[in-house]
Nanobody, 129 residues
C-alpha cells in the first residue's frame, strides 16, 4: 500500500486548504483513510477518518464542523477539506491506512485515531495569525 499526500501550505487565520491522499496497492473501494497531525512537543492527533466503502466519516472534536473528509473513487484519492483554519491547526498532516482492505470497514472504529499500518510522507500546514 502506498499513500502519497499533497496540498499543504501556508494560509492565514480563517483560510482554507484541501489535502489529498492518493492510495495505491489496495482495493480502494473497501479501504479507509485516517488523517493525523503532528505538532512539535505534542503527541499525534487523529483529526478525521473516512471509511470509503460506506462513506462514513469521523472527526475529532477540535475540527468538527470545520474539516470535511471525502473520497473520489475514480481517482483513488481521499481529500480533507479544511475551512476556518486556526493557528492551532498548524502541524504536519499525515494520511494513514490499515494493513489491507479487509480491515477497511473497521479501521475508523477500532484503530483510528491511535494507529495506522501505512503512512503518507506528511505535508506541512501552517496557519499564520
Amino acid at each position: 500500500v502506498q499513500l502519497v499526500e499533497s496540498g499543504g501550505g501556508l494560509v492565514q487565520d480563517g483560510g482554507s486548504l484541501t489535502l489529498s491522499c492518493e492510495v495505491s496497492g489496495v482495493t480502494f473501494d473497501d479501504y479507509a483513510i485516517g488523517w493525523f497531525r503532528q505538532v512539535p512537543g505534542k503527541g499525534r492527533e487523529g483529526v478525521s477518518c473516512i471509511s470509503i466503502s460506506d462513506n462514513l466519516t469521523s472527526y475529532a472534536d477540535s475540527v468538527k464542523g470545520r474539516f470535511t473528509g471525502s473520497s473520489d473513487n475514480a481517482k483513488n484519492t481521499v481529500y480533507l477539506r479544511m475551512n476556518t483554519l486556526k493557528p492551532e491547526d498548524t502541524g504536519v498532516y499525515y494520511c494513514g491506512g490499515p494493513q489491507s482492505a479487509y480491515s477497511g470497514p473497521y479501521f475508523c472504529q477500532l484503530f483510528w485515531p491511535h494507529e495506522a499500518d501505512y503512512w503518507g510522507q506528511g505535508t506541512q500546514v501552517t496557519v499564520s495569525s
